[in-house]
């Protein structure tokens, strides 16, 4: 949301990142995942770092969950938020990310 990079998802868990400065566009690279069956990706207004929501089905009969990851760009690498949302409601499909003084997220489904 605040412009500092474009996130592509090419394949089932492989992400490439354009990182933005001053307008202008970096050297992209990729980065992995680990959930497979991602159904939604958003950024989330009003973090220090891009931070992403994930909402993916586990593929293993537990239910759909949420789940944050901060875009670490000096590593190259997503980092896991100790903040996730698990078994959230199964038909959920979209994410809503929230801006203004109290941001948030919304779990469309």
């Given amino acids: 949301p605040d412009a500092r990079l474009i996130l592509l998802r090419l394949f089932a868990s492989v992400l490439r ?20 069956e991602v159904f939604d990706l958003k950024f989330l207004h009003g ?6 929501a994930v909402l993916y089905d586990d593929m293993e009969g537990g239910g759909r969950h949420v789940k944050f990851y901060e875009v670490n760009m000096t ?18 499909n979209a994410l809503v990310s929230v801006p203004g003084g109290h941001p948030g997220l919304l779990i469309l489904g």
């Fill in 17 to 36: 990142v354009l990182p933005i400065q001053h307008g202008n566009l970096l050297e992209s690279f990729d980065i992995r995942m680990e959930e497979l």
């Fill in 47 to 52: 973090c220090a770092s891009p931070t992403l």
């Fill in 75 to 92: 590593e190259r690498e997503l980092v896991a938020s100790p903040i996730a949302r698990n078994n959230v409601d199964s038909e959920a």
